[in-house]
Structure formats: structure tokens, C-alpha cells
């Protein structure tokens, strides 16, 4: 098995495949192998779906085992969200987030499936639990806006504000973010802080156009 995915990290996919199908012809009980099977296909460069089904009947077998780990059943959420089937995926990767131990991107992908399910408040719990578990930075500024349109979405300007300031520390040069700060404090109607928001992102471009639309608002 451990050869079969050297050779998928080495993008010899055929390679790949036939390994895996020689281990699972020898060992045809071992879900193992069916996870191992089931990742390449996933992860494997596509021209059809064909690769994708495989992969989901790869996984399918070893995710409906009662004792099948979250890792498991986030790759399977993973094939189900990318084949379409979004309210399974959903269910799937709820699942997944309640297994210990739990795979981190469980929350991610479990976000994307409540989001496309208009799911909003689910979505948005998913996002800051898997800030909880998984200290990246690197996208902690994304996550955060993404927090915040998603409180947009539900109407909660004030939680939307909280996480955009966040990102404002994170990037406190950005005044894309800054703009969209400061149109959510307006929304939670603290003027006054949107006021202060809009002066910091003008000091830096005297001229951009959102902040200036925004100054108007904000009187």
C-alpha cells in the first residue's frame, strides 16, 4: 500500500492503481487498501468522472463502517461534495467532525457543504472550529473575511465587524479589508468606529474610492 501512494505522490497514477488493485486482489477484506484506492482516484488529475465514481466506491465501502474514522469520512464528504451529492457530503462530513480523532479539514470541507445548503450558522461554526484546531496562519486572514460574509448573510453585522477587525490585524495594510470593516460597522451601526476605520485607510490612499463612498455613509 505504502508503495502504491509513493508512486501517486510521484504522479505515476497508473502505476499507482495497478499496485493498489494487486494488494486488494491479494487482501480483498482490508479497508485499508479501499481508503488507499479511493484517495488516488480523488486526488488523481481528472478528464472525466469516471475517476470520480471510482473514488467514491472506493471510500463508500470503508465510510459506512460504524467504525470508520473522521479521516475516512472526510475523504468520502470530500468525493461527495466534488460529485454534487452536497446534502450526503453534508451529512458525511458532519459525521466526520465528531470523531476523535478528528481530521481538521473535516470543519473546512463540512463549511463549503452547509454553505452550498444555505446552511449559514453551521457553515460559519464549522470555519472558527477549525481555527480552534488547526493554527494557520496563512489563511487566517481569508477564513476570517469569510466568517464575516457568511454573518453578513445572516443578517449579524456586529459578529461580521468582530471578524473583519481580526483580519484588519492580520493584513493592517489592506484596504480592501478595511473598506469592508468599516461597511459592516456601519451596518452594526457604530458609526463612530466606522468613522475611525474609514480615517486609518485613508491616511494610506487619501483617494480610494470605496473609503471615500463610505466617509459619506458614515456621516
Known sequence: ????????????????????????????????????????WLDRPRD?????????EALERVAS???ATSGVLTLYGKALLQDGD???AERTLQEATTRAPVEP?????????????NHFDV?????????????????FSARAEHIAQLSLKMNDAATA?????????????DNRIIAALADAQIRAGD???????????????????????LARRAR
Do not use: C
Open 1 to 40: 500500500m505504502a508503495v502504491g501512494l509513493a508512486h501517486a505522490r510521484a504522479g505515476r497514477w497508473d502505476l499507482a492503481v495497478l499496485t493498489l488493485g494487486s494488494a486488494l486482489e491479494r487482501h480483498p477484506d482490508e479497508d485499508v487498501i479501499y481508503r488507499a484506492l479511493g484517495e488516488v
Open 48 to 56: 472525466d468522472r469516471t475517476f470520480l465514481r471510482k473514488a467514491r
Open 65 to 67: 463502517n460504524t467504525n
Open 86 to 88: 452536497v446534502e450526503r
Open 105 to 117: 479539514t473535516a470543519f473546512l470541507l463540512y463549511a463549503t457543504a452547509a454553505e452550498r445548503q
Open 123 to 139: 457553515a460559519r461554526t464549522a470555519l472558527i472550529q477549525y481555527g480552534g484546531l488547526a493554527l494557520d496562519e496563512g489563511t
Open 161 to 173: 465587524a468582530d471578524w473583519l477587525r481580526k483580519a484588519t490585524q492580520a493584513n493592517p495594510n
Open 191 to 213: 458609526r463612530a468606529a466606522a468613522r475611525a476605520t474609514i480615517a486609518h485607510g485613508l491616511e494610506r490612499e487619501p483617494k480610494n474610492p470605496a473609503l471615500l463612498v
